[in-house]
């Protein structure tokens, strides 16, 4: 069990104001720690499993279905590691192994400075995995290229190593990406399989990025 500040979140209703400049601050800091400067060992950060597990949950949930049958195409495609069958290229920097806008709090309440909290999946491991997620966002359209532009920038800006300090990011990112689109898809299609609902507009616009991702065996992004 770990706990954080009681702070202010982003708000879900104010997508406009997420604060995409501290995001990649914090997680540049945070990479830059020395795992051997910290407390204790940290366990292998588990961003490979989850979606290995995410993948395994649609197999149990909807197998056979066209949704699954693409979003299976596009994990075949990945490199053994990100589908956690391999080691991980890089296992010396600490690594937040959930990051998203929700795990950033203001505190004190409400307007003190941003934290980044929930460190329940904090390990050692593939740093571009931590920008993944707001990558395969922009990659599908759900994030615009100036916010995306505002996070690597922050993250570039504040040091951080998970991609070259400068031109294309995405020899870094493009696995890791491709691996979040892959099991935000597979948990999309098993929850709305598990509810008997059709797929929302997020869920669809993940499933029709592996379709993309399988179609071309090869980055869809950069």
Do not use: N
Not at 4 to 31: I, K
Not at 47 to 54: F, T, V
Not at 194 to 214: F, Q
């Amino acid at each position: 069990m770990t706990l954080w500040p009681y702070g202010r979140p982003v708000s879900p209703d104010r997508p406009e104001d997420a604060p995409w400049e501290a995001a990649g601050h914090l997680l540049a800091r945070l990479h830059r720690l020395r795992p051997a400067g910290l407390p204790g060992p940290l366990p292998v950060m588990r961003g490979p499993a989850k979606a290995a597990r995410a993948v395994a949950r649609l197999l149990a949930a909807a197998p056979g279905t066209p949704a699954a049958a693409v979003i299976l195409r596009a994990w075949a495609g990945l490199p053994a590691w990100a589908r956690d069958e391999a080691p991980m290229p890089r296992t010396d920097i600490v690594c937040h192994g959930d990051m998203h806008l929700g795990q950033l709090v203001r505190y004190p309440a409400p307007d003190g400075p941003w934290l980044l909290i929930d460190v329940d999946d904090l390990g050692v491991g593939e740093p571009a995995w931590d920008l993944a997620r707001p990558a395969a966002w922009y990659a599908t359209g759900l994030v615009g290229e100036a916010e995306w532009s505002r996070f690597l920038a922050a993250y570039r800006a504040a040091g951080g190593p998970a991609v070259r300090p400068g031109g294309d990011p995405w020899p870094e990112l493009d696995a890791p990406a491709r691996a979040l689109t892959v099991q935000s898809a597979a948990t999309g299609v098993a929850k709305a399989a598990a509810a008997g609902r059709e797929l929302d507009g997020a869920e669809e616009a993940m499933v029709d990025a592996c379709a993309r991702i399988a179609r071309l065996g090869v980055p869809v992004v950069g």
